[in-house]
């Protein structure tokens, strides 16, 4: 009898490439994620471009709903989709299983946070075409630090859902990442901070939905870098992405 050795693991460049094609169908198959992630902010764009309610301020109205729904988006699938799937794997000891093979703990959260980024990719070429529909315009200029905003906005709520898929029970996770969904909307990701009464305004400004929708739309409306929210985000992304190492927990 001839023995062979068993074939040697894929570099891991391959390794997570995979796995990210892998997490990036599953985020774009699943019903419910397709709905929180493209349709809910594709009927809040609709909605806030075809209304006169709520007041979004000064700006083209069309402008400043793109922009919102595009942090929406953000939201969408880097907190509330990749939380929830993140939760409901490692109740089914998922990720215990996956961070013994050769793609390893540091490969499966690599290839998460690249489903995120290109299901992201996704939602900005739907939502952008049907933005362009209905009449916006962005400012060239602010292309770039929009697309800065949009990275640094997934990395913020990529570690805030990791901080809460890796310590609470994936029961609790599935309720309190849709309540989070909600709250924010009015806090800062649809509507801008400056039109918020002011003890909300204040709150907003400092929380990371507040900080990515008005980088978005002052990216995007007026060409500016958003230095300021742009360090709120990286502010909680660190925060969040110590505390999610220290304390995620890789099983129930």
């Known amino acids: 009898m001839t023995l062979t050795s068993a074939p040697a693991p894929a570099p891991p460049a391959r390794r997570v490439a995979a796995q990210a094609r892998f997490e990036t169908r599953t985020l774009l198959s699943n019903g419910e994620q397709l709905l929180v992630s493209v349709v809910l902010p594709a009927m809040a764009l609709v909605g806030l471009a075809l209304t006169s309610v709520p007041d979004l301020g000064p700006g083209r109205r069309v402008d400043v709903a793109a922009a919102g729904a595009l942090a929406l988006a953000v939201v969408s699938t880097a907190f509330t989709g990749q939380a929830i799937a993140t939760g409901f794997d490692r109740r089914a000891g998922v990720l215990r299983l996956l961070g013994t093979t050769p793609l390893g703990r540091g490969g499966l959260l690599a290839g998460k946070t690249l489903a995120v980024l290109a299901v992201l990719g996704v939602q900005v070429v ?13 400012v060239a200029a602010g292309l770039l630090p929009a697309l800065l905003s949009l990275l640094l906005g997934s990395g913020a709520f990529v570690a805030l859902a990791l901080l809460l898929a890796g310590t609470v029970r994936a029961e609790a996770v599935l309720a309190i990442a849709n309540l989070v969904w909600v709250l924010l909307l009015g806090l800062g990701l649809l509507i801008p901070t400056s039109q918020l009464p002011e003890p909300l305004a204040v709150l907003a400004r400092v929380l990371p939905s507040g900080a990515l929708g008005d980088a978005l739309r002052a990216a995007l409306g007026t060409g500016a870098w958003p230095w300021s929210q742009w360090a709120v985000l990286a502010a909680w992304g660190v925060a969040a992405g110590l505390a999610a190492s220290r304390w995620f927990r890789w099983s129930d």
């Open 126 to 138: 739907v939502l952008g075409s049907l933005a362009l529909v209905l009449g916006w315009r962005p």
